[in-house]
């Protein structure tokens, strides 16, 4: 069993769905065990969270322990992650010595540190976490980073199983028109865990959105491992015929990586065509609609689509709490 949970793909099929078994059980409350009983956990936010924050805090609590938040640069020291640099400018602490103090204090340190949308090609590493991960002599738990959102896929993965069953379902990832420009990471988190769970998977996107292509390699390796199928098209409306699930969220465009008011003025041309409306859901095959919250109205997803029965978003955010009490659990050595 891997030691951290950085990204769902460290963790095998079967790991996974022990994850999963684990966090029905703690939502139907069948296991009330106190892994964290007399332990704490940092929870290290660089941005901002409703769910995470709260349900980490809240599983943290129902788990017997107590969690200790800290905000680099507001509520704690500015944090330099690099190796190597002269620390001259405006970070105060490094991360070397910020997490194996917070070792000594703590059984487990999560962290929430968004892409900065500046530099593709150092950001898909996922520096900041991954200096985490390698200076921690305690469990790493990613709440988000620019590559990956494990924590909500999981949940992801769990409210369709509740709702669908387990059986292999036909899953829709589409893209939908925002603004501005926004961070991959539950995009790819959520194609990837539904790869490695064995649904077969349709991303629809416009041109010049494509996902990671060594993150694309991994989903068709993990796809084909489950037996399950993967297609990436740019029909928006074609995309939705016969899905059991619509899983919309909008990300920007790697072309226009740092590039924020050039991904603006491309994407403009999409803002009619990829939301997710009645239309569309008449499409599918009666499929449950998700999305991981924050969302904005009749931009993303019409009021008509987020406020029908077929609207499982709440339920996805209160599976946030299950899913990281599984995980807690199980990296603070217990069954989980
Ligand atoms: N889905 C999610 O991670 O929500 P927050 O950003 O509010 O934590």
Same mark, same amino acid.
């Given at each position: 069993?891997?030691?951290?949970?950085?990204?769902?793909?460290?963790?095998?099929?079967?790991?996974?769905?022990?994850?999963?078994?684990?966090?029905?059980?703690?939502?139907?409350?069948?296991?009330?065990?106190?892994?964290?009983?007399?332990?704490?956990?940092?929870?290290?936010?660089?941005?901002?969270s409703l769910r995470t924050r709260a349900s980490m805090q809240v599983g943290?609590?129902?788990?017997?322990?107590?969690a200790?938040?800290?905000?680099?640069?507001?509520?704690?020291?500015?944090?330099?992650?690099?190796?190597?640099?002269?620390?001259?400018?405006?970070?105060?602490?490094?991360?070397?010595?910020?997490?194996?103090?917070?070792?000594? *204090?703590?059984?487990?340190?999560?962290?929430?540190?968004?892409?900065?949308?500046?530099?593709?090609?150092?950001?898909?590493?996922?520096?900041?976490?991954?200096?985490?991960?390698?200076?921690?002599?305690?469990?790493?738990?990613?709440?988000? %980073?620019?590559?990956?959102?494990?924590?909500?896929?999981?949940?992801?993965?769990?409210?369709?199983?509740?709702?669908?069953?387990?059986?292999?379902?036909?899953?829709?990832?589409?893209?939908?028109?925002?603004?501005?420009?926004?961070?991959?990471?539950?995009?790819?988190?959520?194609?990837?865990?539904?790869?490695?769970?064995?649904?077969?998977?349709?991303?629809?996107?416009?041109?010049?959105?494509?996902?990671?292509?060594?993150?694309?390699?991994?989903?068709?390796?993990?796809?084909?491992?489950?037996?399950?199928?993967?297609?990436?098209?740019?029909?928006?409306?074609?995309?939705?015929?016969?899905?059991?699930?619509?899983?919309?969220?909008?990300?920007?465009?790697?072309?226009? *990586?740092?590039?924020?008011?050039?991904?603006?003025?491309?994407?403009?041309? *999409?803002?009619?065509?990829?939301?997710?409306?009645?239309?569309?859901?008449?499409?599918?095959?009666?499929?449950?609609?998700?999305?991981?919250?924050?969302?904005?109205?009749?931009?993303?997803?019409?009021?008509?689509?987020?406020? %029908?029965?077929? %609207?499982?978003?709440?339920?996805?955010a209160?599976?946030r709490l299950?899913?990281?009490?599984?995980?807690?659990?199980?990296?603070?050595?217990?069954?989980?």
């Amino acid at each position: 069993m891997p030691r951290d949970f950085l990204t769902t793909a460290d963790w095998s099929r079967a790991e996974l769905d022990a994850l999963l078994d684990a966090a029905a059980r703690f939502k139907r409350g069948a296991d009330r065990a106190k892994p964290l009983a007399g332990r704490s956990v940092a929870l290290v936010f660089f941005n901002p969270s409703l769910r995470t924050r709260a349900s980490m805090q809240v599983g943290i609590y129902e788990l017997g322990g107590q969690a200790v938040v800290l905000e680099p640069g507001g509520t704690s020291w500015t944090l330099e992650h690099r190796a190597g640099v002269v620390m001259d400018a405006d970070k105060t602490e490094h991360v070397r010595e910020f997490v194996r103090v917070l070792g000594r *204090y703590c059984a487990a340190i999560g962290v929430r540190t968004f892409a900065a949308l500046q530099d593709w090609q150092e950001e898909r590493t996922d520096p900041v976490l991954a200096a985490f991960a390698r200076h921690s002599a305690v469990p790493i738990i990613n709440l988000e %980073s620019a590559m990956h959102h494990p924590c909500q896929a999981l949940a992801d993965m769990l409210t369709i199983r509740e709702k669908l069953g387990s059986e292999r379902k036909r899953v829709l990832l589409t893209w939908a028109w925002h603004p501005k420009p926004l961070p991959m990471a539950v995009p790819n988190s959520f194609a990837l865990a539904a790869a490695q769970v064995g649904h077969d998977l349709t991303i629809a996107h416009p041109p010049g959105y494509e996902l990671d292509e060594e993150l694309i390699r991994e989903i068709n390796s993990r796809t084909f491992d489950a037996g399950a199928t993967v297609r990436v098209t740019d029909d928006v409306d074609e995309a939705f015929d016969g899905a059991q699930v619509v899983y919309a969220k909008s990300w920007g465009s790697r072309q226009f *990586y740092g590039a924020a008011q050039d991904d603006i003025e491309q994407r403009a041309q *999409y803002r009619a065509d990829w939301i997710v409306d009645e239309a569309k859901m008449a499409r599918t095959d009666g499929a449950i609609f998700m999305h991981c919250l924050p969302v904005r109205r009749n931009v993303i997803v019409t009021d008509a689509v987020i406020d %029908s029965p077929r %609207s499982v978003v709440i339920d996805e955010a209160e599976n946030r709490l299950h899913v990281q009490k599984a995980v807690l659990a199980r990296l603070s050595g217990g069954e989980g």
